[in-house]
């Protein structure tokens, strides 16, 4: 456990399940009132940033940072809540890939991604761009060697024990599983919270046929959430056009995402210990 600037703490765990689990004890605590009152809480793939705790008293920090550290946290559940339904075309240009790498035909691959119960561990990368853990480890799977230069809008993509959700077009490195037919609810700054894949957020994905069919880009509000009218007008059309060609590029060594965290017994809270400097916050976020 690290001090990051004057009142702020960066908790270090194990692995993205005890970083999750971790973010979830903090956000049940505080709805209880049994955490000091901090402005923020920020899940990352291995690390849990407290930033703005409101104490700003001698020693505050130092006794936040030991309570912290004598919890017991449960793992967390994929089941309860209801999830966001996201819509998918199983037609992504990495569709063989991933088969052969999971050792089934392509036409299994979106039945096996949506019987997965996933979670959003937490957001990066871009606006939007939720990191859904919950696929077993059997299904991990590399970034491809060579990035793409352009990643359409709505693409479904694995990387590591991940799975995201592309909210615009950009470059990336992951495998291309499928499409969001209409992908233009996942970040909507009209809306608050703007983006539709919050971090500890339950998410199913339903395969939809070719077309989509009529209502397939209809993605509900998620319970508790409102969608207050636009702001000075309709938002523009997210861009949605076809895959784009490789880069003629190699990526650095892939990234294959943190280890799993084994078992249901809980487990302690994270051990603090010394030093000046917070490392980068787990492995590398990008898509």
Sequence with gaps: MLAAGPHALLVELADGEHAEAFHAELIRRRERGELPAVRDIVPAARTV???????????????????????????????????VEIPVVYDGPDLDAVAALWGVG??????????????????????????????????????????????????????????G??????????????????????????????????????VRFVPVGEGGGPHAGAVPEPRGRTAPAPLGGAAPPTETTPYAGAAHQTEATPHAGPTPHAGPTPHAGPTPHAGPTPPAAGPRAGA
Aim: a positive charge.
């Design 49 to 83: 940033l407290l930033d703005g705790i409101a104490d700003r008293g001698p020693g505050a920090r130092d006794r936040l940072a030991r309570d912290l550290a004598s919890w017991r946290v449960e793992p967390v559940s994929r089941a309860g809540g209801d999830p």
């Design 165 to 202: 959700v592309y909210p615009r077009p950009s470059p990336g490195g992951w495998q291309l599983i499928g499409r969001m037919p209409d992908p233009a609810a996942l970040w909507d700054p009209a809306r608050e919270p703007a983006a539709l894949l919050g971090p500890g957020t339950p």
């Design 106 to 163: 392509a036409d299994e691959v979106g039945a096996l991604h949506s019987r997965t119960a996933f979670r959003v561990a937490f957001c990066g990368f871009a606006p939007g761009f939720g990191y859904l853990a919950g696929l077993p480890e059997r299904l991990h799977v590399p970034r491809r060697t060579t990035p793409r230069t352009r990643v359409p809008a709505g693409a479904v993509a694995l990387a590591g024990p991940y799975t």
